[in-house]
């Protein structure tokens, strides 16, 4: 892999912590001349690894401000570099003259996620856990907060690095069938290598259904609200946002565009979009606005059907559930059961068979149960020690290796082998483009950017 533009053979300094004033500031410095900077800042090279109280003085000699002083050398430090931290006063001006007097001294402003990228590049951390640091620090949740710690320290690389490493097996056994094509036995109809092929499908499956809790935690779930005119969409919308997002009227139709609304529960991210009824309808405006909310259900986490709970009745929800798109996860919303008299709260599996939830968006009555559904489809209740942070290109690389070892196995049946092991190394690169083993520049510069600087 190629290094950035700028190189990592420079030395780089940034102000780690938040801009504002508090108790504690830290700048931190990377690099080969940060120990000469440390000496001249604090008169000597501190031991390493251990805070020693110090004075932090200018090239002049002038003090800027006292605190402790930590030095990590290479290649025992976050980056695998020579680096030092000095932790002064929070003060803005006072981290300013810190941060002068590490650029006057030979180092030059970070850019953002500059840190982590050469732990990255030095093999401190595979993308995936760098990725990962950004996410602990980002985290809004508990839950995410322990999903992303996990990612940090390994856990979504080692189940990644599993499957490459079975992956290559796989690749080992069907080149040596191709090498050695003289040989009476055809490995290629190994009973043992089709179950290893099983195996590795199955594998990966669960890891994507994982990876996709993960990225629920990080990304946030997109959920729809559909259903009838007048069922109470706008209201329910409203109610989960505890604003007026969206116009509520009995006249039918009132929704024609949709709305969107950003909530979070607990701290999770939740996506919400208010649809337009779905009916058939001879005005165009309404017509487009049905078209739209067909479109953006396909690309939903989560649907919640709302209905009228006091006017349609189990066979006309069946009806509306066949009008929509193949292959969604659906929730049954039974609305406006002040008027219907159903008791609120959640049925795991109701009368159409899927979950159901009963509330009344007016009064506010089983609101708390949708929460904690939705909050249950998003991971949160099975967020521990084996929950790990991920992010959407991470999905989408599973995805295609999922693809190919689907195609490589349906070539390995035809006794294809040539074509099967190709499968198998696409699937590979698209594995090792989570860990960063296959990583184009760009790749990295997009990542990367979306850090902070200091980080």
């Known amino acids: 892999m190629n290094l950035p533009a700028h190189g990592a053979r420079d030395t780089i300094a940034a102000v780690a912590t938040p801009p504002g004033r508090g108790g504690v500031g830290i700048v931190r410095v990377s690099g080969p001349a940060a120990p000469e900077i440390a000496r001249t800042l604090l008169?000597?090279?501190?031991?390493?690894?251990?805070?020693?109280?110090?004075?932090?003085?200018?090239?002049?000699?002038?003090?800027?401000?006292?605190?402790l002083a930590l030095y990590f050398p290479a290649p025992h430090s976050f980056t695998g570099e020579h680096v030092l931290e000095l932790h002064g006063h929070?003060?803005?001006?006072?981290?300013?003259?810190?941060?002068?007097?590490?650029?006057?001294?030979?180092?030059?402003?970070?850019?953002?996620?500059?840190f982590s990228e050469r732990?990255?590049?030095?093999?401190?951390l595979d993308l995936a856990q760098a990725e990962a640091v950004a996410d602990l620090i980002e985290s809004a949740s508990e839950a995410s907060a322990r999903a992303a710690l996990n990612?940090?320290?390994?856990?979504?690389?080692r189940r990644v690095q599993a499957l490459t490493e079975a992956l290559i097996r796989l690749r080992m056994h069907i080149e040596a069938a191709i090498d050695f094509p003289e040989e009476e036995i055809d490995f290629l109809a190994d009973v043992a290598l089709q179950e290893s092929f099983r195996s590795l499908e199955a594998s990966l499956a669960t890891l994507l259904v994982e990876a996709h809790k993960g990225s629920l935690l990080h990304d946030g779930m997109t959920v729809v609200l559909a259903g009838r005119p007048n069922a109470g969409k706008s209201s329910l919308l409203n109610a989960l946002a505890q604003r007026d997002s969206a116009i509520v009227h009995e006249r039918p139709g009132t929704t024609r565009d949709i709305v969107r609304e950003q909530i979070a529960i607990d701290g999770l991210?939740?996506?919400?979009?208010?649809?337009?009824?779905?009916?058939?309808?001879?005005?165009?405006?309404?017509?487009?606005?049905?078209?739209?909310?067909?479109a953006a259900m396909a690309r939903a986490d989560r649907v919640l059907l709302v209905v009228d709970d006091a006017a349609e009745n189990t066979n006309a929800i069946h009806i509306l559930l066949k009008e929509l798109p193949t292959g969604l996860s659906v929730t049954v919303v039974r609305n406006k059961i002040d008027v219907s008299g159903r008791p609120p709260g959640l049925i795991a599996a109701g009368?159409?068979?899927?979950?159901?939830?009963?509330?009344?968006?007016?009064?506010g009555a089983g609101l708390d149960a949708l929460r904690q559904h939705l909050k249950k489809c998003m991971g949160y209740e099975t967020a521990g020690q084996g929950a790990f942070s991920a992010r959407r290109r991470h999905l989408e690389a599973l995805e295609r290796a999922q693809q190919q070892?689907?195609?490589?196995?349906?070539?390995?049946?035809?006794?294809?082998?040539?074509?099967?092991?190709?499968?198998?190394?696409?699937?590979?690169?698209?594995?090792g483009e989570i860990t960063g083993e296959f990583t184009s520049d760009d790749l990295l510069g997009r990542i990367f950017s979306s850090f902070c600087i200091g980080k």
């Open 43 to 67: 008169g000597h090279l501190p031991q390493p690894r251990f805070a020693t109280f110090a004075t932090f003085k200018n090239a002049g000699g002038e003090p800027i401000d006292q605190g």
């Open 90 to 114: 929070g003060g803005p001006v006072v981290m300013d003259l810190l941060l002068k007097c590490a650029l006057s001294l030979g180092a030059r402003l970070a850019q953002p996620g500059e």
């Open 119 to 124: 732990a990255f590049l030095n093999g401190k």
């Open 151 to 157: 990612s940090l320290q390994g856990a979504f690389s």
């Open 269 to 294: 991210p939740l996506h919400v979009l208010d649809t337009a009824g779905l009916r058939a309808s001879q005005d165009a405006i309404e017509s487009e606005g049905v078209r739209r909310a067909h």
């Open 351 to 363: 009368e159409t068979g899927l979950p159901e939830v009963a509330v009344s968006a007016r009064t």
């Open 405 to 431: 070892l689907a195609s490589g196995a349906r070539q390995l049946r035809a006794r294809r082998g040539e074509l099967a092991a190709e499968e198998l190394r696409q699937a590979q690169h698209a594995l």
